[in-house]
């Protein structure tokens, strides 16, 4: 067997692996408000955020250099996360938010791959196209983030609002990228204001590609 050939007909349970990622994410979104004022509710958060990283390179695995590849990137990023129970450092925060960044890109552009490269519309096509576009938001999530430390001020943020940043600004890039735009918070700085139109226009693009892809290649097969 060649190194790079894909495991998904050597391992059948490989190809839940979207799956897993699409409910560790939900379960971050979902699952996190009703457990506001517990004890732990920080390392709770910090695990949820763990468990989307290993989970995201556990759907990139088909092939060991991009396992590797993907582990190299997501460790600075997780060691960031529960180094600030140690550390308080806005070097270790600017390395996690970089490393994530470039995680969630290369995990994109991999699973974009698989989509694209399908012979036809699957249940497991199907879930890798809702995983990139979930993933995108997370990564821009990071970027607002970033944003936020290198100028401080970039968005204008209600006193009443969620005041742990990663969740603050994950709910900020889903509103963004669904252009739902209920105004809560909002970009004040140019980078910031450019990066938010630029998910919102990028959401767009990808929603009306890849449907019209996904229908175009079902009907193709089906007229076979």
Avoid at 61 to 66: A, D, L, M, T, V
Avoid at 108 to 131: E, N
Avoid at 192 to 199: P, Q
Wanted: one cysteine or more; glycine letters at 6%; charged letters at 15%.
């Amino acid at each position: 067997m060649e190194e790079n050939t894909c495991i998904d007909d050597v391992r059948p349970w490989f190809k839940s692996r979207f799956f897993c990622l699409i409910a560790a994410i939900i379960s971050l979104i979902a699952v996190i408000p009703f457990l506001q004022g517990y004890v732990g509710i920080r390392i709770l958060v910090d695990i949820f955020f763990t468990v989307i990283f290993l989970a995201a390179i556990f759907s990139i695995s088909n092939k060991k250099q991009h396992m590797a590849f993907g582990v190299l990137l997501a460790l600075p990023t997780i060691v960031s996360l529960w180094a600030t129970y140690f550390v308080v450092s806005d070097a270790v925060f600017f390395v996690g938010r970089i490393f994530g960044i470039l995680f969630f890109g290369f995990a994109i552009v991999q699973i974009l791959q698989f989509i694209f490269r399908a012979k036809d519309v699957t249940k497991d096509v199907i879930f890798a196209a809702i995983v990139v576009y979930l993933l995108i938001a997370m990564m821009w999530s990071f970027i607002y983030g970033l944003l936020e430390v290198l100028q401080p001020g970039s968005f204008n943020i209600p006193d009443a609002h969620i005041h742990e940043s990663r969740r603050l600004f994950m709910y900020f890039s889903f509103v963004t990228i669904t252009t739902l735009g209920y105004g809560d918070i909002t970009p004040l700085a140019e980078r910031a204001t450019s990066f938010a139109i630029l998910e919102a226009v990028i959401g767009q693009i990808y929603l009306v590609v890849v449907v019209a892809w996904l229908v175009g290649m079902h009907v193709s097969r089906k007229s076979k």
